[in-house]
């Protein structure tokens, strides 16, 4: 799973989500979603930006932290929808 280090990394500097997404030019309701850990996904803009506005690195805003149970190879769950294909039974 992704950790998501952003609402920490403001409370210690004091700003608002406000402030960041003015500095920022993102839209307050995605900072919002970061802040929250409730994105299900973010730009490479985006944190390029967060992370030029907050003068951090992305290992200190983002954090791989490994799932207790494998989502990939034989225990991939295969969505069905779209164009993907059923898993084979």
Request: aromatic share 4%; proline share 3%; glycine share 4%.
């Amino acid at each position: 799973m992704i950790k998501n280090h952003l609402s920490r990394i403001l409370g210690e500097r004091r700003m608002k989500q406000a402030d960041l997404a003015r500095i920022t030019g993102i839209r307050p309701t995605t900072i919002s979603e970061l802040y929250n850990e409730v994105a299900e996904r973010v730009s490479f803009d985006h944190l390029d930006k967060i992370c030029e506005a907050l003068n951090c690195t992305l290992n200190e805003l983002l954090e791989y932290i490994p799932n207790q149970h494998r989502r990939t190879g034989k225990d991939l769950i295969l969505e069905e929808h779209g164009n993907r294909k059923k898993k084979p039974r």
